[in-house]
């Protein structure tokens, strides 16, 4: 499969980095055309911001890619096409609404004095759907009303529409299921067969085993390991290259749990149809309980269920002994509950507004005399515990968008500090922090479980979800596959689960 | 509005009146409204530049044509005098900003307001106000609910415009019992619609005739278009047409176009300078229109002119201007059509 | 949104030159909520100058500046209104027609026999509830049923006048209500009761946005609505008591309007879905809300009103007019635009 000379594109040196965080921080490797080159690393990485300066959509701040030996360098993702980059990203991107043809000639119809040839759009769109083995796709179907699988195939028709040498497909199986797998190896190697590359991102080991020709290991932003043959190397090699740590955060130590503390929160075979079912969970007074699993595995929707921000089909959360109303976020925010959301920016903060009020949002009735707030009250409060939390720049009239995204995250923390919330909640505590800001964040997490609180993290890092947590629950599909305490279980041991695979 | 009616009696002499203002403001020049007969001597009397009058001025907005001649026939008027200075605030159809004009006119202690108001009775209050304070008030066509917020009021006669149109059809079609006599009318549920369709009946029926096919439009060219397509549809022959209005009478006759009938003559409604060209040249199916006044805002003007300046209506023994002006709706024909040509509105 | 936003936004940046500091600090003031009413308050002003330049003493007259207050009163309290639903992330379409439909509903015979028969105020609570029910309906249907604002208020806009002119047939309803005349014709100490009920609303208005748990929670679920469902705000029960609280609004407007024309109509209050969204807009209130200014929204409505003062008083037309509130509502939008940028930095 492998053929020697010159790489249809090397990767040199690639660094990438946003405004307090290093996101590529030095990219090696080389993808030869007719290969499928396999990217692994933790959430976090760097994997999305590669891809993304690969099809052009990013500007690498240093290091060169050249293609066929040339430097090039894409100014947005129309160049990266141009050149023969594609990329499929997990998020399809096809108009609903637009026909399968009008989707795959989007933006270079072909077209005489503006009006685009509709027979040849057509024709040629059978042509690619043909040739990617997938006949089946009628060309003039709506492509919104096709399966995951299906539109998958199209988004590929459209990378080779433009005459794509190299296709980039991120977690493409995560969308699909056992049989559309199979279908899509097959199209892979077909395309291979033709000297098309292809780079593979994904979790799954035995997917990797099965597709891959190499693998490329990325671990805090750089190539910890580069063309290591997919089907030889070890799993458990690969696992310490992904997690070999050359960053330590510092957990804190933790005071053993007292076993007679009262249990705090209790989940009951809780379940959303067609996302997870019956979970089960008890969290006690000062006990932290971390979720782990991968994005897409059900963990996130349980904390929104937990919050009554999900109406679950089944189960029951009762806080203190006492049952609350289905699918009512004012019910569990009344009985104490509070959520740090994984989307900060979206789902957790008013970003333009001021950082008190951010604070006391949940907690207006206590500020309120008749329904007229004591501003004066809010900020001393709200300037207590920044003071306390660390929030830096300090000033509780800045808006929070000028904040980092650690002191944001505090923020949305003293929100519920500030309501003395009874559970918290906690969805990426730590994503797009700092490394600095993070061993902070952990600290007060800890702190906040020593006052008692009963604590609940889902985090894609596993290291994260191991250094702080009591207790582990494993989500995998939806469905909790393991549950112990933190001590009695290493990270590979972890990873293997969330990925479902045998490891030894 | 049964107000209105008891007025009518009293707007007997007024249509006798009329007639002067009228002529008199077709005429371009004193000369030519001496050769009309009005009394040479007394109109020039009222002519002359007496005390200075300042008269404001408010109307609708002008989304007709008819209501942009209005203003158009006002400001042409108050040209004419140099002891008249008009000032004019155009087209509204917020009776809260109309109401404020007329405040501004107050507030600038003019000395009369000749007021077209969009909602007769929602402008009531702010008249009283003005002729508490002292300023003449003249009333055009919409009329005020009270009789205290005028000193004089210049109104159309809907219910004459379909008598004058029954009329001449009924002379056209004389001795055709079985002629058929259609009647495209404007927004229906407006009382000036439904006299101005009375009226037609009425005359109608005096000489034996009747409404066979009704529709009716909402003043614009769409909606005449619309419905004449409509009627032609539902008439396959058809001797007769009164269309109550010529801006919505645009449409009429695109319709009538396509449909490339032409068996019958069609009478107009509210005189478009439009139609009346078509009735000179008489090479169209508009036999006739009937005028309801765009200059019914210009004799509002003459009439405070007059009213502040203390003078009387020249033909009139009494001394006072008149209460009440009702105009008279008279048929433009070839015949007579270069009388009223001047004084048409342009759609 | 104090000036304490200002400042925090100046002092980061240490040690600039002098001439440096003091254009900062400009900026830094003209970026606050303080500072773009002061952008209003000068272009109000630049209106009041022309005005005295071009009409004189017509122009500066006690009386005359009465006669744009009352003018800016009725549009001016469907303003406020609109501040608050618009501050709330939404938009109401509507609301000309619901001032339309209050005004015929409170003076249908019935109603005015009523009012006859018992209390004036039966006209005023007729009105109101029936500006209340049409935002309920917004409200619930944008809430509850999930339908765009911008569809549901459209149905309600051509809903509202429709019945309006069901009821009354389309006939201009003369109110014969002596005691209710009586009241609001007259003055406190000069001014007129039409004028103070505007003040009174937008201080109110004011007050509750500002000062109150509803105000806040009002910047929350405009500012960003998830984030506020997820800290545990009601969402769509708030959005529901914004729509209905504009609805109070029109109905309030609608017994001014009865009060000044002596009639209701479903003619009345054509077109106020633009001119209020057009004043909350200039005055600083962001159309995608979480941000909105109720004394931003009154020098909006004040500018409008000046400058149909002022073009009345030249004797211009309207048309000109439209074309000046045009003009002056794109310069409002682009400069708050970029005073909005340089508060970024």
């Known amino acids: 499969m492998t053929s020697s000379g010159t790489p249809l594109l090397s990767v040199r040196g690639v660094v990438k980095r946003f405004p307090g965080v290093t996101a590529l921080g030095g990219v090696d490797f080389d993808v030869r055309a007719g290969e499928v080159h396999c990217l692994l690393g933790q959430n976090g990485a760097g994997k999305s911001t590669l891809i993304k300066v690969l099809a052009g959509a990013h500007r690498p701040d240093e290091g060169e890619l050249r293609w ?36 795959v000639f989007l933006g270079h119809e072909p077209a005489t004095a503006g009006f685009t040839r509709r027979a040849e759009v057509r024709r040629r769109t059978r042509a690619l759907l043909e040739r990617l083995g997938h006949p089946d796709i009628p060309a003039d179907r709506d492509a919104g009303r096709l399966s995951a699988a299906n539109q998958q195939i199209v988004s590929m028709a459209r990378a080779l529409s433009r005459d794509g040498r190299l296709l980039i497909m991120d977690e493409p199986s995560a969308v699909l299921d056992q049989d559309e797998v199979r279908t899509l190896f097959r199209v892979i190697r077909e395309l291979t067969a033709q000297g098309v590359a292809v780079v593979y991102i994904s979790h799954r080991m035995e997917e990797i085993r099965e597709i891959g020709d190499r693998v490329t290991v990325l671990k805090d932003g750089r190539t910890v390991a580069t063309g290591l ?20 955060y510092a957990f804190p130590g933790r005071e053993p749990l007292d076993p007679t503390a009262p249990v705090v929160l209790t989940v009951r075979g809780l379940a959303a149809s067609g996302r997870f079912s019956g979970v089960d969970l008890t969290v006690r007074a000062g006990e932290v309980v971390g979720l782990a699993g991968l994005v897409g595995s059900g963990r996130s929707e349980i904390l929104e269920a937990v919050y009554g921000a999900r109406k679950p089909s089944a189960g029951t959360v009762e806080v203190d002994g006492k049952r609350l109303r289905r699918g009512s976020v004012g019910a569990a925010v009344r ?116 006052r008692g609180v009963a604590v609940v993290v889902v985090s894609s890092d596993v290291e994260e979800v191991l250094g702080l947590s009591d207790r582990v629950l494993v989500v995998r599909e939806g469905r909790v596959v393991h549950e112990g305490p933190a001590q009695e279980i290493d990270e590979s041991r972890v990873l293997d689960l969330v990925m479902g695979g045998t490891a030894a | 509005m049964s107000r209105t009616r008891t007025a009518r009696a009293g707007a007997l002499v007024a249509i006798l009146v009329t007639g002067v203002a009228l002529t008199a403001c077709t005429g371009n020049t004193p000369d030519t409204a001496t050769q009309t007969g009005g009394q040479a001597g007394v109109k020039v009397a009222n002519d002359e530049p007496g005390e200075k009058v300042v008269i404001g001025f408010s109307a609708p907005a002008a989304d007709h044509g008819w209501m942009a001649a209005i203003s158009a026939a006002a400001r042409a008027e108050a040209e004419k005098y140099s002891d008249v200075e008009l000032k004019v605030v155009e087209g509204t159809n917020d009776v809260n900003l109309q109401i404020s004009q007329v405040e501004t006119f107050i507030n600038d202690k003019v000395d009369a307001i000749v007021l077209l108001p969009f909602d007769g009775a929602a402008m009531t209050p702010v ?221 | 949104m104090s000036e304490n936003t200002a400042t925090a936004a100046v002092a980061p940046t240490s040690g600039p030159p002098d001439g440096g500091r003091a254009r900062r600090a400009v900026t830094g003031i003209l970026g606050s909520a303080a500072g773009r009413n002061t952008g209003l308050v000068v272009a109000l002003v630049l209106l009041c100058l022309v005005g005295v330049i071009t009409a004189g003493d017509r122009f500066a007259d006690v009386d005359n500046l009465l006669t744009i207050l009352r003018l800016a009163s009725v549009i001016g309290v469907v303003s406020v209104g609109m501040t608050f639903v618009i501050t709330g992330g939404g938009i109401d379409l509507s609301v000309g027609a619901i001032v339309a439909l209050s005004s015929v509903w409170a003076t249908t015979l019935a109603t005015q026999s009523v009012a006859n028969d018992a209390h004036w105020s039966a006209l005023v609570f007729t009105a109101l509830a029936v500006g209340a029910g049409c935002g309920v309906i917004n409200g619930g249907l944008i809430a509850y049923g999930r339908i765009v604002a911008f569809i549901a208020t459209l149905a309600m806009l051509a809903a509202a006048r429709g019945l309006a002119e069901i009821l009354s047939n389309r006939k201009t309803q003369i109110v014969n209500v002596p005691g209710f005349t009586a009241f609001f014709d007259a003055s406190v100490l000069g001014v007129p009761v039409l004028v103070i009920i505007f003040v009174v609303v937008a201080i109110v208005g004011w007050v509750v946005l500002n000062r109150t748990t509803f105000g806040r929670r009002t910047f929350a679920v405009g500012g960003n609505p998830e984030a506020a469902r997820l800290a545990g705000i009601d969402v769509r029960r708030h959005t529901v008591l914004l729509y209905t609280l504009l609805g109070v609004c029109c109905g309030i407007a609608a017994v001014m309007l009865i009060a000044r024309t002596t009639t209701g109509s479903s003619t009345h209050g054509v077109l106020y879905e633009l001119d209020a969204i057009a004043a909350v807009v200039i005055g600083g209130t962001l159309l995608s809300g979480g941000r909105g200014t109720i004394a931003g929204t009154v020098f909006g409505v004040l500018i409008f009103t000046t400058l149909s003062n002022v073009f009345t008083l030249n004797n211009l037309s309207i048309s000109a007019q439209a074309v000046a509130k045009g003009a002056i509502i794109v310069v409002a939008v682009l400069l708050q635009q970029r005073l909005a940028r340089r508060g970024d930095t």
Not at chain 1, 88 to 101: F, H, K, P, R, T
Not at chain 1, 239 to 245: A, C, E, N
Not at chain 2, 243 to 248: G, L
Not at chain 2, 288 to 317: C, E, F, H, M, N
């Open chain 2, 127 to 347: 008249a009283l106000k003005a002729m508490k304070a002292g300023i003449t008030v003249i009333n055009v066509d919409r009329e005020f609910d009270s009789p205290f917020a005028a000193r004089s009021t210049v109104l159309g006669d809907n219910y004459g415009m379909g008598v004058s149109a029954g009329t001449y059809v009924c002379e056209k079609l004389k001795g055709k019992s079985d002629a058929v006599v259609a009647e495209i009318a404007g927004i229906d549920s407006l009382p000036l619609t439904q006299d101005r369709s009375k009226g037609f009946a009425d005359a109608l029926g005096e000489c034996g005739l009747n409404v066979d096919n009704r529709v009716a439009a909402e003043f614009t060219v769409e909606s005449g278009e619309k419905a004449a397509a409509n009627l032609l549809q539902a008439a396959p022959r058809i001797d007769a047409i009164w269309n109550h209005d010529d801006d919505q009478g645009i449409g009429v006759g695109a319709a009538i176009k396509n449909s490339g009938r032409s068996e019958f003559f069609l009478v107009g409604g509210a005189g478009s300078a439009n139609v009346m060209r078509e009735i000179k040249a008489d090479n169209g199916l508009h036999k006739a229109t009937v005028v309801y006044p765009s200059t019914q805002g210009a004799d509002g003007i003459r009439l405070a002119r007059l009213a502040v300046q203390g003078k009387s209506l020249g033909d009139l023994v009494e001394v006072e201007v008149p209460r009440q002006v009702e105009l008279f709706a008279p048929v433009v024909t070839k015949d007579n059509v270069d009388d009223y040509l001047p004084t048409a509105f342009e759609s």
């Open chain 1, 68 to 103: 066929q030996g040339e430097v090039v360098s894409f100014d947005n993702p129309t160049d990266a096409m141009r050149t023969g980059v594609a990329a499929i990203y997990q998020e399809l991107d096809l108009v609903a609404g637009l026909s399968v043809a009008d989707n």
């Open chain 1, 229 to 248: 043959p997919a089907r030889e190397v070890r799993t458990a090699d690969l696992i310490k290259l992904m997690t070999g740590r050359d960053l330590e």
């Open chain 1, 335 to 450: 009985a104490g509950v509070g959520l740090c959301p994984e989307e900060r920016k979206s789902q957790g903060l008013l970003l333009d507004q001021a950082v008190y009020r951010n604070i006391t949002v949940s907690t207006l009735p206590a500020f309120a005399r008749f329904g007229f707030l004591d501003s004066g009250a809010e900020r001393v409060r709200a300037r207590e515990l920044t003071t306390a939390l660390d929030v830096r720049p300090p000033g509780v009239d800045r808006a929070v968008r000028t904040l980092s995204g650690g002191n944001q995250q505090k923020v949305v923390l003293a929100r519920w500090l500030l309501r003395e919330c009874r559970v918290l909640l906690l969805d990426e505590p730590t994503r797009g922090v700092d490394v600095g800001a993070r061993s902070e964040i952990y600290e007060l997490i800890r702190d906040l479980a020593e």
